[in-house]
């Protein structure tokens, strides 16, 4: 007992029975706080899912429509696709982490309306792995847009042509990727209603989507290559041993972004469309140096071919909507 009843006498403080009863409660309080912590204690998956919920919340307080899909543009490949209704705002004002844009990635987003009823959450510029972001946070605009209600999801990027077929300035539609960052952002504990937890990636790249871009393309007077890309860490070039690799790999293009968000896109259910712009002849190809600034001047020059080519795509029906 606690205390002593009426006609007792309470033990000897520091006596034997008082000592161990101190302990008992003592150790029973602590363990009491200690399974109130772990009850309190966010899972991996509620801490992955709760900056995503907010960001939403952050979404909608800007009293945007919701999206049907999504378009995230490469390096120099920001291509203005009409008057705006809504924003553009900075992506920061988004995303729950610090993050900076480097030269080609303005890192904005805004909301199209390129038909009646369809509605495209555009994202000028993304982040990358090699800015010093972990694979989950590279895939949280796109993560948002899925939760946001965007089905399909259209990226753009600059990539190196490791076909030595390809030149500067070709657009190829990509067809399955080679994922070489060493990152996936499927690793850890993710909340069970995004996706299977050993998603299938046999169609990363939708089919349907593929041709409806050739077709578009070809109607358009526009050439379409087709390729499969290659996605590196980054942010040094390849080497020439390394472009080597990758051609006898079955790799026609090489970049350093693209392939977490195709897998987290994918594993969310979202159809996806992909177009490279080559931008150079990857390593030991030509001979020549390799420079960021020419990859945003070859950017620049394809900026119209793209600007007419995703613009079409978008007022199609079957991209969603």
Do not use: K
Request: no cysteine; hydrophobic share 40%.
């Amino acid at each position: 007992m606690d205390r002593a009843t009426p006609g007792t006498r309470a033990p000897e403080s520091g006596t034997e029975t008082d000592a161990g009863s101190a302990a008992g409660t003592g150790a029973a309080a602590d363990a009491g706080r200690g399974a109130a912590a772990d009850a309190a204690e966010p899972t991996a998956a509620e801490r992955l899912a709760a900056p995503l919920a907010e960001a939403v919340e952050r979404y909608d307080a800007l009293g945007w429509p919701r999206p049907d899909a999504m378009l995230v543009s490469g390096s120099g490949l920001a291509v203005d696709l009409g008057a705006s209704p809504y924003g553009p705002v900075p992506l920061q004002e988004l995303v729950p982490f610090p993050i900076h844009g480097i030269a080609g990635h303005p890192l904005t987003v805004e909301l199209l309306r390129p038909r009646e009823g369809f509605h495209v959450l555009y994202q000028r510029g993304r982040l990358h792995s090699y800015q010093g972001h972990d694979a989950h946070e590279t895939v949280f605009p796109v993560r948002l847009g899925r939760l946001l209600g965007a089905t399909t999801l259209v990226m753009t990027n600059a990539a190196g042509g490791v076909d030595p077929e390809l030149r500067p300035g070709d657009l190829v539609v990509v067809e399955d990727h080679v994922n070489l960052t060493g990152l996936n952002p499927l690793r850890g504990e993710l909340p069970a209603d995004w996706g299977p937890r050993f998603p299938d990636m046999v169609e990363a790249y939708d089919a349907g989507l593929r041709r409806l871009a050739r077709a578009t393309a070809e109607g358009l007077g526009i050439e379409l290559r087709t390729g499969v890309y290659g996605g590196v860490a980054g942010p040094s070039y390849e080497t020439p041993a390394e472009v080597r690799m990758l051609q006898g790999i079955g790799v026609h293009v090489t970049g350093m972004s693209t392939v977490l968000e195709v897998i987290a896109a994918r594993h969310l259910g979202m159809r996806v469309l992909v177009i490279s712009f080559v931008s150079n002849a990857g390593a030991g190809v030509t001979g020549e140096p390799l420079d960021h600034d020419e990859v945003l001047a070859a950017g620049a020059e394809a900026a119209a071919l793209l600007r007419t080519l995703l613009g079409e795509l978008l007022r199609r029906p079957e991209l969603g909507g």
